[in-house]
């Protein structure tokens, strides 16, 4: 059952962003593109903090709503 529970929060955690549960951090970035992989997620400094682009998994806010609603 913890396992079920543990997959789906990681799940879940992914696709609408949540912080803490998401692992695709900066490193993660910085990795993508030292092997030269989706150059387009690369980070991207704006001042004195860096944006991380969203994966192509990530939900959008509409998104988000209508998948709540769903439910």
């Given at each position: ?5 543990n ?61 709540c609603?769903?439910?």
């Amino acid at each position: 059952m913890h396992v079920k529970k543990n997959d789906c929060d990681s799940i879940i955690g992914t696709l609408i962003n949540i912080k803490g549960k998401i692992k695709n951090g900066i490193n993660a970035h910085k990795d993508l593109v030292e092997i030269g992989v989706r150059l387009k997620l690369q980070p991207q400094p704006h001042g004195k903090q860096t944006y991380l682009p969203p994966t192509c998994h990530t939900l959008s806010k509409s998104e988000k709503i209508g998948s709540c609603k769903c439910l």
